[in-house]
């Protein structure tokens, strides 16, 4: 935009100094005018000597070569009595003003000069784009706007030490190199999405404060051959120039996947190939004496190539896992500081309550808090706030004008009054949090258990409580209603994910005994994992095993249901009413139960119900 605007100025300069030029030239040649009366009187005397014709224009001279300029309607008409008079004639065709000449020859010369300047411009912007350091890698000085420390990071105690030594290099790189130590050139995050990596790369240089480059793996890549490792060296090049520094590689797998070995076919592969051969080479090129750090991110470690994995390139692999109970609730506490809460909120129990978050959903999970206080219009945040905002991130949006027929709501009650009595019969399992047959996203009700502590071991019974529960919503539609509906669908994929997993992948059945049939996870995002090549009988056996564990596990959830069928019905039919119900609440429905049953055995009457909940006073 600078050149377009530099351009225009000097045309304009061009055309007022031409203007000015044509009108000082007009008035050194002014003459004095004559009328065209008198001119013909002249003329008619003999005065007139000689004449310049110039279109209408003449400019004539006397006997005493006085110049004077008059105007002839009809130039052509003169001629004749011009030459009987024995006058010289001088003619000369009409031109165009010189101030108009130069608008008509500017005027174009402006309309090309603002095209070319669009088109290269456009081009210019094409060819910055094909460049590092201009607007593909993003670079964040000290002191930037938006800066991350490692006070903005919890959860991770044991990565940030480890971490320290690196900004120490940077700030103080004479501490090691004197004593001949070779700080690591690179660090690989790894670990599931949202666990921080990022946030870590990020912190580091915040820390050390120095320059930080950030850039996808995808962004190297482009349809051309060559394109991608022309943009290493480029951002490499730059980073020199300003060590110490960081470059942050976010989904290196996009580029530091295994090389294929095909030759000219299949252009893509070829231009990873030479972009990672183009990373490898520039990780290779630092000295000893050369202060720059690559980061790197992944969720795929598994399919990096393992030339890039090796020491002195990246040195240090990272593993950043969901936090744990304790991790989850200083997160909790960074992202609070930022929001208004209630005095005495139990952060605590909102950590327990929350297993399996990732930093990037607790931050989500109180920003979602503060939003649904918002439109409350409240002062500041209490606990409905935060559990109804974890609802609407693990179960979805309510769907308030979904409507559901009288007979279909009573099933889905059915249905998850089965899932809560066996999470409250069975052991070894997590206590009950909250039953609900509110329909959110795609689930229609929800039975929602809360564990007591973080699991890393998971017992064999407890995995098969885990399916036992799963298999309660058929078993209770089948006791109570005596029907199967469809209702059922998503329990039976996670029971058969976790029987499927006992069986191949952690050798807990008997038969099969302790054998690993599946290979490892594709990466942090693949749920399965891919089977082992097997021989048909081995395969047979496995799937006989499967169906004889869940099925077993059915069977023991129907007899639990059989014998509680009076507590299923009695909480179904409270469920309907108040359609929320959590664990203190389902335990009065069960003493009031088991009081019923009791007079009933007692003097042959039925006794009365539970009346029904009273704003927030459950009693019996």
Partial sequence: MGT????????????IVGGVIALFWNL??????????????????????????KGGSIILTDATGRKVTTFAPDVQALVPRFIEKNVVIYGEADKTPFIVNLAMVG???????????????RQSRKDESSEFGKDKAIKFSSGSKGQVTFRDVAGIPEVKEELLEIVDFLQRPKKYSKLGAIIPKGILFQGPPGTGKTLLA??????????????????????????GASRVRDLFREAKKHAPCIIFIDEIDAVGGHRGGGGAAGGGQDERGQTLNALLVEMDGFGTDETVIVLAATNRPDILDTALLRPRR????????????????????????????VENLDLEHLARSTPGFTGAELASLVNEAALIAGRAEKDAIDMSDFEAAKDRMLMGVERKNFVIGEKDRRTLAIHEAGHAILARFLPETDPLHKITIIPRGRAMGHTQQMPLHDRQVYSKEYLLNRITIFMGGRAAEEVALNQKTTGAEDDFQQAMEIATNMICKWGMDDVIGPLSLARG????????????????????????????????????????????????????????????????????????????????????????????????????
């Fill in 107 to 121: 005027i174009p010369i402006l309309v090309v000069f603002i095209i070319w300047f669009f088109v290269a411009g």
């Fill in 28 to 53: 050194e040649h002014k003459l004095p005018s004559l009328s065209y009366n008198e001119f013909l009187v002249m003329l008619d005397s003999k005065e007139v000597v000689e004449v310049h014709v």
């Fill in 521 to 620: 996870d594709q990466g942090f995002l693949s749920g399965g994992s891919m089977m082992a090549a097997m021989s048909e009988e081995t395969a047979r056996r496995i799937d006989g095993k499967i169906k004889s564990m869940i099925d077993s596990c059915y069977e023991k959830a129907k007899s639990i249901l059989s014998r509680e069928k009076d507590f299923l019905e009695h909480l179904a039919e409270i469920l309907l009413k108040e359609e929320v119900l959590d664990r203190e609440e389902m335990e009065i429905i069960f003493e009031c139960t088991q009081k019923r049953m009791r007079e009933k055995k007692a003097t042959g009457e039925e006794g009365n119900a539970c009346p029904a909940i009273v704003t927030e006073n459950f009693e019996v």
């Fill in 202 to 227: 990020r912190a580091i240089a915040g820390e050390a404060g120095v320059p930080f480059y950030s850039i996808s793996g995808s962004d190297f890549v482009e349809m051309f051959v060559g394109v």
């Fill in 314 to 341: 990246f040195d240090r692999q990272i593993t950043v896992l969901p936090p744990d109970v304790k991790g989850r609730l200083q997160i909790i506490e960074v992202h609070a500081r930022r929001i208004r809460m």
């Fill in 4 to 15: 377009f605007i530099r351009g225009l100025f000097v045309f304009f300069i061009i055309v």
